[in-house]
């Protein structure tokens, strides 16, 4: 089945440390995203990218970095510069104009940093 | 992206339609209106979207006002199941998709 996968469901890790999440799509879309979610509020955009080798900083963009080295994979790095990283975090990838444009979601990854 | 204004919650009784109101007042020419719901701890859902007619699907009606600046989410049999947080989006055909703080659905029995 096509879809994107979040791995892991959930993660822990200390405080000042470096933690990367994973977000693998088989549906060939070209766009992909990364939003953070704090309980209560809605979705937040960190980074997109519209193609293999780019990307561009979303509303929330500082204290994460992300690759796009591959169309199937967006990987996004959560860095000890992020001051508040405990958050669900949601993966996305997007169909093209000609086919909707509609956005399809992974089921996110839920970090804890303590 | 146009900004977005929708209702904080509402409630809506099972059975019955539910009217789901979006205010972009700076709405572009060339931006859709999207729609996305999402159920407790799980990924955003697609519902539907629309330019400036009318659009519906199994799951939903859209009705934009001519100008454009509003629009309404139809759902028009709301069961327990469509208990959810309702975000209304305007993006272009650029690839920046920004969600607002969503309108946050009861269905009671």
């Known amino acids: 089945d096509g879809g994107i996968t979040q791995s892991p469901k959930y993660l822990f890790r200390k405080e000042g440390q470096n933690v990367t999440l994973s977000c693998e799509q088989n549906l060939n879309h070209d766009a992909m995203y990364w939003y953070r979610q704090d309980p209560g509020q809605g979705l937040r955009l960190i980074y997109y990218s519209q193609i293999v080798n780019d990307f561009q900083k979303g509303d929330i963009a500082e204290g994460y970095s992300v690759s796009r080295e591959k169309k199937e994979s967006f990987p996004l790095t959560v860095t000890s510069a992020q001051k508040n990283p405990t958050a669900f975090y949601l993966c996305?990838?997007?169909?093209?104009?000609?086919?909707?444009?509609?956005?399809?979601f992974g089921q996110g990854t839920r970090l804890t940093v303590v | 992206d146009a900004k977005t204004t929708q209702p904080p919650s509402m409630d809506c009784a099972e059975g019955r339609a539910a009217n789901l109101p979006c205010n972009h007042s700076?709405?572009?020419?060339?931006?859709?209106v999207y729609w996305y719901r999402q159920i407790h701890s799980q990924g955003p859902q697609y519902i539907i979207h629309g330019l400036k007619n009318n659009e519906t699907n199994e799951m939903a009606s859209l009705i934009i006002t001519e100008d454009r600046k509003s629009s309404t989410l139809i759902l028009p049999h709301a069961t327990l199941r469509d208990t959810a947080v309702y975000y209304c989006?305007?993006?272009?055909?650029?690839?920046?998709?920004?969600f607002g703080a969503g309108t946050t659905v009861t269905v009671r029995a």
């Open positions: 700076t709405i572009s020419g060339n931006e859709y």
């Open positions: 989006i305007v993006s272009a055909n650029d690839y920046k998709l920004s």
């Open positions: 996305a990838s997007r169909q093209p104009l000609d086919r909707g444009r509609q956005a399809f």
